[in-house]
């Protein structure tokens, strides 16, 4: 690890110190653990209270919506390629209708909401190594619509190999061997977004709560009744620091992840998660809720 941190650019020297630690915490893990991270048996029922029907949340008043929508930035995880439909470059680029991107139509959302209210909710895009250089000279378009964009990539890892447990890559020049790199999962989002600076200079912006999606989920919008939860708690409802929309799972969806009360905490449980004798039980339709940020 030493010597392909010695071999990176050094403009970028500062940038790979702070993921290569990243690196080895997920991979110490990875070597601790010896069996699922999950024990079956442990998981609860949902508390009373866990899942809230959409109908029961108070929608705000006009005066309310502006002051709400300035606390607020909406996240879109792009750091995909489109080749499981395809396609060359990234997912985001893809025509969805009227030639019209993913891209495209996020934005035009962030623009109408923006037009609407008279607010500007910033669009954040968390790239990849995969995506960055050919999302940069895409946004550019973007310049005369009324949206804040803002970009930062995911870490880049290693690839390890299964045999010798060692780095594949031979240099920490990513692009002279890019299929010995690899973007780590989502939840890399949280600490990606803290070294990029923009969650300092958001908090000092006064923003309060992000919105976080896929790029490809189209239907995952700003919703003015659940940003009015996060921010306005009525007097039987403590402030959420966080909220998942979910829905009941059907056939399509047993493989997506779900929520669960675990060790007291509700947590997101992912099938890769699961010990295999309960994989079963995991995509019951009728026991779990789905949930719709995949």
């Known amino acids: 690890m030493e010597k392909l941190l010695d071999s990176t650019e050094p403009h970028k020297s500062q940038e790979a110190t702070k993921e290569f630690?990243?690196?080895?915490?997920?991979?110490?893990?990875?070597?601790?653990?010896?069996?699922?991270?999950?024990?079956w048996d442990r998981i609860e029922k949902l508390p009373p209270g866990a899942v809230?029907?959409?109908?029961?949340?108070?929608?705000?008043?006009?005066?309310?919506?502006?002051?709400?929508?300035?606390?607020?930035?909406?996240?879109?995880?792009n750091g995909g390629l489109g080749t499981s439909m395809g396609c060359?470059?990234?997912?985001?680029?893809?025509?969805?209708?009227?030639?019209l991107t993913f891209l495209d139509l996020t934005v035009q959302q962030i623009d109408?909401?923006?037009?609407?209210?008279?607010?500007?909710?910033?669009?954040?895009?968390?790239?990849?190594?995969?995506?960055?250089?050919?999302?940069?000279?895409?946004?550019?378009?973007y310049k005369n619509l009324n949206v804040e964009i803002h970009t930062f990539n995911q870490s880049c890892f290693p690839r390890i190999s299964r045999d010798s447990l060692l780095p594949v890559a031979k240099s920490g020049k990513v692009h002279e061997n890019i299929e010995a790199w690899y973007p780590p999962g989502h939840g890399d989002f949280y600490e990606s977004f803290?070294?990029?600076?923009?969650?300092?200079?958001?908090?000092?912006?006064?923003?309060?709560?992000?919105f976080l999606s896929n790029i490809d989920n189209l239907g995952a919008t700003v919703d003015l009744n659940i940003l009015n939860l996060l921010l306005n708690p009525n007097k039987e409802n403590a402030q959420h620091e966080f909220v998942m929309e979910v829905t009941d799972k059907t056939r399509a969806d047993v493989k997506g992840g779900t929520l669960i009360q675990y060790e007291g905490k509700l947590r997101l449980l992912e099938i890769a998660q699961v010990p295999k004798e309960h994989v079963d039980d995991f995509k019951s339709i009728k026991t779990f809720k789905f949930s719709t940020r995949t």
């Open 21 to 39: 630690e990243g690196f080895q915490r997920l991979f110490r893990r990875f070597l601790d653990e010896t069996g699922p991270s999950v024990e």
């Open 52 to 77: 809230r029907n959409y109908d029961s949340l108070e929608t705000p008043s006009k005066e309310l919506v502006t002051q709400m929508l300035n606390k607020l930035i909406v996240v879109k995880l």
């Open 88 to 99: 060359h470059g990234p997912k985001s680029v893809i025509t969805v209708r009227s030639d």
């Open 112 to 141: 109408h909401l923006n037009k609407t209210y008279n607010v500007n909710v910033p669009l954040v895009l968390m790239n990849s190594f995969n995506t960055d250089e050919d999302t940069e000279k895409i946004i550019r378009k």
């Open 194 to 210: 803290k070294n990029s600076g923009l969650l300092d200079k958001y908090i000092k912006d006064g923003r309060q709560y992000l």
